[in-house]
């Protein structure tokens, strides 16, 4: 039965990691000028990034997608389920992400910036050339954990008839009617799709703690 069923869990699972994949570039996109924006001194700029970072985590991340594909409709802004999906979860991920890196840049130390403006260098340029680089290499981990939290959370956009991982195990369930193997061996895509990410993220994390040496 598995093997009659392989071919649309990879299915599946390819369609899982194209949203996810695509959401953490959306996410990051959007996650960095969060990020800036949190932390520059100006409130008309500093208060409606930190009201979406709020928005974005305080409510569930399957309400987003039904305001984004059921409810954006009724004023006129459609969007096909797979561009929908994309965007629910890239929105939510730049939240997350944003705390990640606003954490992170806030973590470099404050002589770092001193010594930058010392040598002629503005903010911008600081933030670019001297911060980002260090800052990044202490947001891999949490940022990690996002692109692996988004690999689960892809499930949720089955509700709006995308066939990723969960929604094709669900048809091949209701054809067979053999829903524990099933959910197992799907079960068992999400942790390897996981486990390579997290493999990937260790390989990161060890070419940057080279680079800073």
């Known amino acids: 039965m598995l093997q009659l069923a392989a071919p649309t869990l990879v299915k599946g699972a390819v369609y899982t990691l194209i949203f996810a ?55 006129g802004i459609n969007f096909s389920p797979l561009v929908a999906g994309i965007l629910a979860l890239s929105l939510n991920a730049s939240a997350y992400l944003s705390e990640s890196l606003r954490g992170a840049i806030l973590g470099v130390n404050k002589g770092q910036w001193a010594a930058s403006y010392s040598i002629g260098l503005n903010y911008w340029q600081t933030l670019r050339y001297i911060v980002l680089p260090q800052a990044l290499r202490i947001a891999v981990p949490s940022m990690s954990n996002t692109l ?17 991982l969960m929604l094709a195990t669900k048809e091949i369930i209701a054809v067979t009617f053999r829903p524990l193997p099933l959910y197992l061996a799907a079960a068992a895509i999400y942790w390897c799709l996981s486990l390579c990410f997290e493999n990937l993220q260790r390989s990161l994390e060890l070419k940057l703690e080279q680079a800073h040496r």
């Open 148 to 164: 692996i939290s988004l690999i689960k959370d892809t499930s949720l956009v089955s509700v709006i008839t995308v066939t990723e």
């Open 21 to 75: 994949i695509a959401s953490m570039l959306g996410g990051l996109l959007l996650g960095f000028p969060l990020a800036v924006a949190r932390i520059l001194p100006s409130r008309l700029i500093h208060w409606p990034a930190a009201i979406y970072v709020s928005l974005m985590r305080g409510t569930p991340l399957l309400v987003q997608i039904f305001v984004i594909y059921y409810g954006l409709p009724t004023i």
